[in-house]
């Protein structure tokens, strides 16, 4: 079976400028997981440059499913993953499926289904897994790629008629370990780039604007 993911494009402004990573550097470390994780499958990344250019490629090289991941970017306060379905057969069984998963895995605001009017010939999804510019969102993401990438390749390989949850443990970042000292508690295992650790303090938790829910979960920005 012949599994076509698109990144996106090398040259997408999104950005987390809080830990310097991109939306594409993320998907890039996703997708070489993935191909392990789907391992049978011919794997086929795409990183189009606009909806026309997704259609041509899926158009060339012809694949059994294809699926987008993204990321959505606002103001830096708003988080959650949401999935996107295409009409076309096949479509709405893979993208239910790749959004049960995800959530299942990164705990992030269940943002909902979404039907898109695509003019691809075959089963296709785009799932968003976060806000970019969320820094809880990236950390999280970041700390679960490996999870991650085993979640979406179940949701590619299953041929099941209903959702198969995958209902995993809770993702690794999500909880807030408290301790005596409540301004040293620490979000783990912090987010690590070239050697450094970035640890997000209960301060700054509160700087970001991120309420916590019972248990010291975040859960989300207030109103959305």
Not at 2 to 25: H, M, Q, R
Not at 69 to 90: D, K, M, P, R, V
Not at 151 to 160: D, L, V
Request: one cysteine or more; aromatic letters at 6%; charged letters at 20%.
């Amino acid at each position: 079976m012949k599994i076509a993911i698109d990144i996106g494009s090398s040259k997408s402004p999104l950005v987390n400028k809080t830990f310097g990573i991109t939306a594409y550097e993320l998907n890039t470390k996703l997708v070489d997981l993935l191909k392990a994780d789907l391992d049978g499958c011919e794997v086929v990344t795409l990183s189009p440059t606009s909806e026309q250019h997704l259609t041509d490629l899926i158009r060339e090289t012809k694949p059994s499913k294809c699926i987008s991941i993204g990321y959505a970017s606002y103001n830096g306060q708003i988080s959650g993953t949401e999935t996107f379905l295409s009409t076309t057969a096949g479509g709405s069984k893979l993208g239910t499926q790749l959004h049960d998963n995800v959530i299942d895995v990164l705990g992030l605001r269940d943002r909902g289904i979404s039907k898109l009017e695509t003019q691809y010939k075959v089963p296709y999804a785009k799932v968003n897994l976060g806000f970019i510019d969320h820094d809880v969102d990236v950390m999280i993401i970041e700390s679960n790629l490996s999870k991650l990438s085993k979640a979406i390749a179940e949701a590619i390989k299953w041929n099941g008629t209903q959702s198969n949850r995958v209902n995993r443990e809770k993702p690794e970042g999500a909880e807030i370990e408290q301790n005596s000292n409540p301004s040293a508690a620490v979000a783990a295992p912090p987010f690590d780039k070239g050697g450094r650790s970035f640890c997000l303090s209960l301060s700054r938790m509160l700087w970001l604007n991120v309420p916590l829910a019972k248990g010291g979960r975040p859960a989300g920005p207030r109103g959305f």
